[in-house]
């Protein structure tokens, strides 16, 4: 009896949601920020898709992995591996490795989502991307949540989701009939050039792609490319290592709380993190 009530009250404030995040103005400054990297992202999503066709990967499939994976470089690291035979946990550890920047960006994201319910942390979490944390952080370089911040959030996530997908499934349906002649794999290759160039935006990121492509080269003569094992995991343990180091080096901020006042919820989360330090106020006699 209650069963129906709950989901119909879930879908109703899921829709109320949506439809409150979609008519602030943040929702189309995150869209207009999305529209310069689009066409980037598009060419990409247009290159796995052919990728996965021509890889052998049946088109119900290819179309199901675009769209609950939605992870075009877990897809194209893995992709040569699964042709060439390569054993069932390399294909894993290979997605979980080039995946592994996610774990940096959601604690990055904590700061600003971390008061959301997880329900919808989690959908967060499907559509966040690359190009999406670089405009944010861009957009947001301190730390603090704010009312507009997740209107830009799902407007730049909604641009760069319909522009993967509809690339990459008409990749998928037009394989057959895009001769490789074409080079598609070059131009995924300066898409993704692009990508990446839009993502450092500071000294971590950039130190981190320095020793990813130098630990690639390096490595270049291991079997089953497991080169790219290497720079993931180098590049990984650098960023990490930088953003310790980097908020180490930072004083926490120490925030004036009025006696009878209660603090809010992100507050208390910036306090636990070590972020800031409450300090009270005395109520005198």
């Known amino acids: 009896m209650n069963a129906p009530a709950s989901s119909t009250s879930t879908f109703r404030r899921l829709r109320l949601a949506v439809a409150t995040n979609t008519r602030h103005p943040a929702f189309r400054d995150g869209m207009r920020e999305m529209f ?3 066409l980037g992202v598009g060419a990409w999503g ?52 080039v995946n592994l920047r996610f774990v940096i960006f959601s604690s990055l994201w904590r700061a600003y989502f971390g008061w959301l319910p997880r329900r919808q942390r989690l959908w967060l979490a499907y559509f ?22 997740l209107p830009f959030f799902c407007g730049a996530a909604a641009t760069n989701w319909l522009a993967w997908q509809s690339f990459s499934i008409a990749g998928i349906l037009l394989a057959n009939e895009v001769p490789l002649s074409w080079g598609l794999g070059f131009a995924g290759t300066l898409a993704l050039l692009g990508v990446l160039l839009a993502m450092l935006f500071d000294r971590a990121s950039w130190m981190s792609a320095g020793v990813a492509a130098t630990a690639a080269v390096a490595a270049f003569a291991l ?11 180098a ?41 800031e330090v409450p300090l009270r106020e005395e109520r005198h006699p």
Request: net charge neutral; hydrophobic share 50%.
């Open 46 to 97: 247009l290159v796995t898709g052919v990728a996965m066709v021509k890889s052998g990967m049946g088109v119900g499939i290819a179309i199901f992995m675009s769209l609950v994976v939605y992870a075009g470089s877990a897809q194209l690291a893995t992709l040569p591996l699964i042709i060439a035979g390569a054993p069932l946990w390399v294909v894993w550890l290979t997605a979980s490795c």
């Open 128 to 149: 966040s991307g690359d190009v999406i944390f670089a405009a944010f952080m861009k957009r947001y370089p301190d730390q603090r949540p704010a009312p507009d911040q």
């Open 223 to 233: 079997p089953l490319k497991l080169n790219i094992l290497v720079a993931i995991a």
């Open 235 to 275: 590049a990984v343990a650098v960023g990490l290592l930088i953003e310790a180091l980097e908020k180490h080096r930072q004083l926490p901020e120490v925030v004036l709380v009025p006696a009878d006042s209660r603090l809010p919820p992100e507050e208390r989360q910036r306090i636990k993190s070590g972020d």
């Open 36 to 38: 310069g990297t689009a």
